[in-house]
C-alpha cells in the first residue's frame, strides 16, 4: 500500500466511547466493502456465465446443424469455436468462483452489520461494560482473520461513497 492510504494523523481513541465510535466506523465501512464486493462478484458471475450459456446452447444447434450434412464448411468451425469458447468460459466460471466469493462477502457484511448495531445500542445507552467491549472486540478479531480480503481500491471507494 503506498504513503496516501494512510494520509491523515491517527489519533487513538482516549475513552470507551471514543473507541466505540471508532469501532462503529470501522465496521460500517468494512459492511458496505464486502456488500460492494459482493455486488462485484455476482456481475462477474453472470458475465461469464450468460455467455457460456449462450455459447453452449448455440454450438450445440450449430453442431446438429453441421451433422445434416451442410455444405457450408464455416459453420462447423464456427460450432467447434463456440464450443471451445463456451468450454473456456465455463472452465473460468468454475475456477474463479465468482458466486462463492459473492456469497463470502456478504456473509461478512452481514456479520459486521450485526457487530455494527450492537455496538449502536452500546453507544445510544452510553453502556461502555468493560466486558461487553471485551467481547465485542474479540468479535472484531475473529471476523477480521475469517472475512475474505478486500482491495484497497474497493475499500477506498466505499469509504469515499460513505463520506459523502
Request: with cysteine.
Amino acid at each position: 500500500m503506498s504513503e496516501s492510504n494512510y494520509s491523515g494523523k491517527y489519533v487513538p481513541p482516549k475513552n470507551p466511547e471514543e473507541l466505540i465510535l471508532s469501532w462503529i466506523k470501522r465496521a460500517r465501512e468494512s459492511q458496505f466493502t464486502h456488500y460492494e464486493c459482493q455486488k462485484k462478484y455476482e456481475t462477474r458471475h453472470l458475465w461469464l456465465g450468460i455467455p457460456a450459456m449462450i455459447m453452449t446452447t448455440l454450438s450445440g444447434a450449430s453442431i446438429f446443424k453441421s451433422m445434416q450434412q451442410s455444405e457450408l464448411e464455416w459453420i462447423k468451425y464456427f460450432a467447434m469455436a463456440l464450443a471451445l469458447a463456451a468450454a473456456t468460459l465455463t472452465a473460468l466460471q468454475t475456477f474463479l468462483n465468482n458466486e462463492g466469493k459473492a456469497r463470502l462477502h456478504q456473509e461478512a457484511g452481514a456479520r459486521y452489520g450485526s457487530i455494527r448495531r450492537k455496538l449502536e445500542t452500546m453507544n445510544a445507552h452510553n453502556s461502555y461494560d468493560i466486558v461487553e467491549m471485551s467481547e465485542i472486540e474479540q468479535e472484531l478479531s475473529d471476523l477480521a482473520i475469517r472475512s475474505p480480503g478486500v482491495s484497497v481500491r474497493d475499500f477506498e471507494r466505499t469509504k469515499k461513497h460513505l463520506s459523502n
